[in-house]
Nanobody, 125 residues
Framework: QVHLVESGGGSVQSGGSLKLSCTAS????????MAWFRQGAENEREGVAA???????FNSVAVRGRFSISQDKAKNTVYLQLNSLKPEDTGMYYC???????????????????WGQGTQVTVSL
């Protein structure tokens, strides 16, 4: 059974940084995509960053230059480094995995197979 467990969320002031972790278990083969999504109180779930199995990385326009995705395959962990945080970055951050080909935009949450429980990020002024 596949599990994704996020950690690292918290409360920071504007301009601060956090590093989120997503540890995966139960996969029989490497997922094709690992991604981070977020959801604010009144917003739909939106893609933040993704990492394809060949090493290609993707970011949303809203976080480009501030957030970066990386992984440690030996630890089965994907990270999301959040820098220069803004109040609008506040939300629940979810890790997601897609096993097969992703024949659509990487930020489309409907096509991901597995999800973690989320970790809360709160940014204050």
């Amino acid at each position: 059974q596949v599990h994704l467990v996020e950690s690292g969320g918290g409360s920071v002031q504007s301009g601060g940084s956090l590093k989120l972790s997503c540890t995966a278990s139960g996969f029989t083969s490497e997922p094709n995509f690992m991604a981070w999504f977020r959801q604010g109180a009144e917003n739909e779930r939106e893609g933040v960053a993704a990492l394809r199995s060949d090493g290609a990385k993707f970011n949303s326009v809203a976080v480009r230059g501030r957030f970066s995705i990386s992984q440690d395959k030996a630890k089965n962990t994907v990270y999301l480094q959040l820098n220069s945080l803004k109040p609008e970055d506040t939300g629940m951050y979810y890790c997601a995995a897609k096993e097969g080909p992703l024949d659509t935009f990487w930020g489309d949450s409907d096509y991901y197979d597995y999800w973690g429980q989320g970790t809360q990020v709160t940014v204050s002024l």
